[in-house]
């Protein structure tokens, strides 16, 4: 027997304003049909007034736990992956734990962009794995709105508002057995090298100021295709499956033509991979949870599904984890 990370039940959150590309396209010079052809995105949601990081995280936490059935006052653990937070600090995670009640226990920000939510699983698993706390919260919301460039055409379409949650808990499986529940294995990576690539032009420290997200979507794309490829066969190397074992790929929603790519790479049909990009946009660090929980709700995963959770993010950063639903 072994102590795993076993998924609850999971949640979510958008804002309440929806935009079309169509209405975009009177805010920027574009076109419904630019946007699509170039990244599959028809349109997304945008936080308004009162509605920040931690509501929008605060809502996909309590659908999540009345999914896994659990009250909220027996977490002892809140993981929130976030480049978008309330404030520089106290972080959101102690903002959220408030809310729901269940303060006293272990609570903390990650900082990986869009790999934030892989970072967040990775940490909390390992956690619950050492006994540093039974039950977690693992969430990734973004207000993504707040630092974009409203008069750059080329970044300003492509990103979206929202949020998800997984409630994660610590449970004995029987290791042997190859339909046991829970997350089976992780990699995460990240390269400093390429900042320049995707970034925001400010920061406490530096200029006093939260800047703008900055990006070169070509260069993005070609590294995206090729990490996200190689920490996928990473994954299913340690777990000892191959690409023909997944159920479900769940992907960062950046572009469609990213999840189409890697998915090729691994002669995965695109059937197979989750995508919702076309409703949300790019979420960040709240794409994948969302996505996930998306498709629990329509019906396409469920109880025993293999999932496999992937995102590249600024940073660079990225990152894989699989588990049996």
Known sequence: MSVRSVILGSGSALPARLVTNAEMAQMVDTTDEWIVERTGIRQR??????????????????????????????????????????????????????????????????????????????????????????????????????????????????????????????????????????????????????????????????TGTVGKLRMKGREVFRHAVTNLANVLSEVLEASGHAPSDIDWVVPHQANFRILDATARKLSLPIEKVIVTVDRHANTSAASVPLAFDTAVRDGRIGKGDLVMFEAMGGGFTWGASLARF
């Open 45 to 206: 949601y945008i936080a308004g007034e009162g509605e920040t990081t931690a509501s929008l995280a605060t809502e996909a936490a309590r659908r999540a736990l009345e999914a896994a059935g659990v009250d909220a006052r027996s977490i002892d653990l809140i993981v929130l992956a976030t480049a978008t937070p309330d404030q520089t600090f106290p972080a959101t995670a102690t903002i959220v734990q408030d809310r729901l009640g269940c303060n006293g226990g272990i609570a903390f920000d990650v900082a990986a962009v869009c790999s934030g939510f892989l970072y967040a699983l990775a940490t909390a698993d390992s956690l619950l794995r050492t006994g540093m706390a039974r039950r977690a919260l693992v969430i990734g919301a973004e207000t993504f709105s707040r630092i974009l460039d409203w008069e750059d055409r080329t970044t300003c379409v492509l990103f979206g508002d929202g949020a998800g949650a997984l409630v994660l808990e610590a449970q004995e499986v029987d290791e042997n057995d190859p339909n046991a529940p829970g997350i089976i294995a992780s990699r995460l990576h990240a390269d400093g090298a390429h900042n320049e690539l995707l970034f925001v032009d400010g920061g406490p420290s530096t």
